[in-house]
């Protein structure tokens, strides 16, 4: 009787807690995207049965539905979803898939350029929000260009330079407000 008793007690503690919790579901999403980029239909099938059968499903969404969207209830920000976006921009074969990740003060854009299938250029992009400074890293076949932009008196200056070219200066480009 005591077990039962128990059991109910929790049962009725866990609904209260979690009484109107709707989240993100971001972990469970990360892991149906981590199984969609599988390009092998049959494989992709496999993966799917192997999450449903090894329980991969049920424990992300058990964690997200208990764990982090509870957290997101109470403190109106969820641990899995917080740091990280990924979209894409595509138009006239051109395809842009960019990475944005948050730390601290400090915003980390990773932009991978395609034309159809073909890997062109990748674009590395590091945002201090306090300061307004920036970092860029240009990775384009076997050349690497670094740009950096400071932010003085309302005045931006950009900073360039190409790695692996000697006796090439920095060029310095200002933009006024």
Request: hydrophobic residues 40%; contains cysteine.
């Amino acid at each position: 009787m005591k077990r039962i008793i128990s059991a109910v007690l929790a049962m009725a503690i866990v609904m209260v807690s979690l009484q109107g919790c709707y989240g993100k579901m971001s972990l469970t999403r990360k892991v149906y995207k981590l199984n969609g980029e599988v390009s092998d239909k049959y494989l992709r099938s496999f993966v799917t049965w192997v999450f449903v059968l090894a329980p991969v499903y049920t424990a992300s969404v058990l964690a997200d539905f208990i764990l982090f969207n509870t957290i997101e209830f109470w403190s109106g920000k969820n641990p899995i979803a917080a740091g990280e976006k990924n979209f894409q921009y595509s138009e006239n074969g051109q395809t842009y898939k960019i990475n944005a990740r948050k730390s601290g003060d400090t915003i980390t854009y990773r932009i991978n350029h395609y034309n159809g299938d073909t890997y062109l250029d990748t674009l590395s992009i590091d945002w201090d929000t306090k300061s307004g400074n920036s970092r860029a890293t240009l990775h384009e076949s076997g050349k690497v260009t670094e740009f950096q932009a400071i932010l003085e008196k309302g005045v931006v200056r950009v900073l360039s330079s190409v790695q692996g070219v000697p006796s090439r200066a920095p060029e310095t480009v200002m933009l006024r407000n």
